[in-house]
């Protein structure tokens, strides 16, 4: 009986939704260029936040604090590190906003 009962969930589970279908189709006329580009600005950003500054403590602290200037713990200078990569980046998707907000107000002079 368990086994029938979960077949007929995952059947229902796994059909789509008409009302899903048509909020995607509505969704993808109201993208247009502009908003697929803010997406994509997101994405990169997103990635990056999520992978650099990781990457940069671990080799901030394996090769430059404790490989190269010798320290014995190199963790407290390479968190310091890692703080100023992301604010680095947190600066940069703020100038880069900015900038694309500023370029879409410029008025067009009409001759």
């Known amino acids: 009986m368990s086994l029938i009962f979960y ?9 789509p939704l008409p009302i899903l279908k ?23 950003f997103t990635v990056v936040m999520l992978f650099l500054p990781i990457t940069s403590y671990f080799i901030m602290k394996a090769y430059l604090f404790e490989g190269i200037l010798g320290y014995e713990n190199g963790a407290f200078h390479s ?11 947190i600066g940069w998707y703020i100038w880069l906003a900015v900038k694309d907000e500023s370029a879409e107000q410029r008025p067009v002079k009409a001759d």
Do not use: D, N, P, Y
């Open 7 to 15: 077949w007929k969930c995952l059947a229902f589970v796994s059909r």
């Open 22 to 44: 048509m909020e995607a189709q509505k969704a993808s006329t109201v993208l247009g260029k502009k908003e697929i580009g803010v997406l994509q600005i997101l994405l990169l």
């Open 79 to 89: 968190a310091i590190g890692t703080v100023v990569i992301i604010h680095i980046i």
